[in-house]
């Protein structure tokens, strides 16, 4: 069973607030991931992490900001939360070769 | 440019097999994965291929042809708990220690009794 755990689950918050997606992982992974996936429509990679002090933007253009100073957490950041923002929040983790492992997600609704 | 193709939605019974295939082409290949993911969770991880050839696992099957860039996951004796999105996913750039998924945009399966 994988052992990736995001908080919150479930977040409806107005608009200009700053919000902090948490991520971490006990499987010792470096590789970890931040998806965004709308209702219904494919994951989009808006951030990646190879190791500690590693941080990368992903494909799909995303006002978020990540950090990774220690392997085992990956916090996402918005710093002025906006409607558009609204969308399902995957944090992902994996070793070479291996699938990735996906959190439950966090629900953001964003008024 | 990257692009990964596969059927919007499948319909298969209870006890049956079915198909679901996918396309891609992408700059690099360094593996394929197969995602179940139902309504409202997060994806769990069902297969990888990264060689030709067919990988089972228990009612899960998939197949890979790096040639044609084309896979399939295959699922036998269908249960009403089937019913879920199938992804399709490749790690198609760079040298294996990106593992950077492109993800398709899934197969909706419906099983009925």
């Known amino acids: 069973e994988a052992d990736i755990y995001q908080t919150p689950r479930y977040l409806v918050i107005g608009t200009g607030k700053k919000i902090t997606l948490e991520c971490s992982q006990t499987m010792g992974h470096d590789k970890m991931y931040w998806y965004q996936q709308d209702p219904g429509m494919e994951l989009h990679l808006i951030h990646y992490s190879y190791g500690v002090n590693s941080t990368e933007k992903g494909d799909l253009s995303s006002e978020s900001t990540v950090s990774r100073i220690r392997t085992e957490h990956f916090p996402l950041t918005l710093e002025s939360a906006r409607p558009s923002h609204t969308s399902q929040y995957l944090c992902?983790?994996?070793?070479?070769?291996?699938?990735?492992?996906f959190g439950p997600g966090t629900r953001l609704t964003v008024l | 440019g990257q692009n990964i193709d596969q059927p919007t939605e499948m319909t298969a019974t209870e006890g049956a097999i079915v198909q679901i295939n996918c396309t891609y082409q992408?700059?690099?290949?360094?593996?394929l994965f197969w995602y179940q993911q139902h309504a409202g969770e997060a994806p769990t991880f069902l297969s990888y291929n990264v060689l030709d050839g067919l990988e089972e696992k228990g009612r899960f099957s998939s197949f890979l042809s790096r040639s044609k860039g084309y896979s399939y996951l295959l699922l036998k004796e269908l249960q009403m708990k089937d019913s879920a999105s199938y992804l399709c996913?490749?790690?198609?750039?760079?040298?294996?220690?990106?593992?950077?998924?492109?993800f398709g945009t899934g197969t909706l399966l419906a099983v009925q009794p």
């Open positions: 992902a983790s994996s070793e070479l070769g291996q699938g990735s492992f």
């Open positions: 996913a490749v790690n198609g750039r760079g040298g294996g220690a990106t593992n950077k998924l492109i």
């Open positions: 992408t700059s690099g290949f360094n593996g």
